[in-house]
Antibody, heavy 124, light 110 residues
């Protein structure tokens, strides 16, 4: 069964680095029609795309976060990761990983399925 | 402020039809890029509802339909039911910003 599961620390201090993993089961990451993305949602607010990665390692980042974000595909090709440096309280959010289905190409990709999400809080 | 603009809320009585607009610009919806819609029930992850403007994935009721005109897209829910109460988001591609979401619309069933 296709499933994505986020994991990582739930509490960080300001200036620390957020590191999350997304374990993918039921689907090979190395599939030409898929990208793999991260989306976050601050409490009570809307969705914000963080970035996406292709199995080849090609990355696409939200311009507003690009200077702080790094994504990678684990060599096992069963998970992909997110790093966000120098976090502040504004980075407090539920972080979702999701598969991006891109049968029509990168420009037409949509997110399906999503992981259940993991809450990351930044507080001193 | 979101690149794609949605009304904060819409409401309707059971059985009624409601529509949610998603207004973009010439760098996203107006440029011909696909629009997708997601439903998010409180406390859960978003779920895809409509892909490629009008396509319903398997399992999505045909009460949900999508359309597009110019720089805007719309999601219509006909025969509104209590279980449709949720937050709805549109998503598209932007030539400058890559992946963009609307701010979300809360649907209330009266």
């Amino acid at each position: 069964q296709r499933r994505l599961q986020e994991s990582g620390p739930g509490l960080l201090k300001p200036s620390e680095t957020l590191s999350l993993s997304c374990n993918v089961s039921g689907d090979p990451i190395a599939t030409s029609a898929y990208y793999w993305g991260w989306v976050r949602q601050p409490p009570g607010k809307g969705l914000e795309w963080i970035g996406s990665i292709y199995y080849s390692g090609a990355t696409f980042y939200n311009p507003s976060l690009r200077s702080r974000v790094t994504m990678a595909v684990d060599p096992s090709k069963t998970k992909f990761t997110l790093q966000l440096i120098s976090v502040t309280a504004a980075d407090t959010a539920v972080y979702y990983c999701a598969r991006q289905v891109a049968w029509g190409g990168w420009f037409s990709a949509y997110f399906d399925p999503w992981g259940q999400g993991t809450l990351v809080s930044v507080s001193s | 402020q979101s690149v794609l603009t949605q009304p904060p809320s819409v409401s309707g009585a059971p059985g009624q039809r409601v529509t949610i607009s998603c207004t973009g610009s010439s760098s996203n919806i107006g440029a011909g890029y696909d629009v997708h819609w997601y439903q998010q029930v409180p406390g859960t992850a978003p779920k895809v509802l409509i892909t490629g403007i009008t396509n319903r994935p398997s399992g999505v009721p045909d009460r949900f339909s999508g359309s597009k005109s110019g720089t805007s897209a719309s999601l219509a829910i006909s025969g509104l039911r209590a279980e449709d109460e949720a937050e709805y988001y549109c998503q598209s591609y932007d030539s400058r910003l890559y992946v963009v979401f609307g701010g979300g619309t809360k649907v209330t069933v009266l």
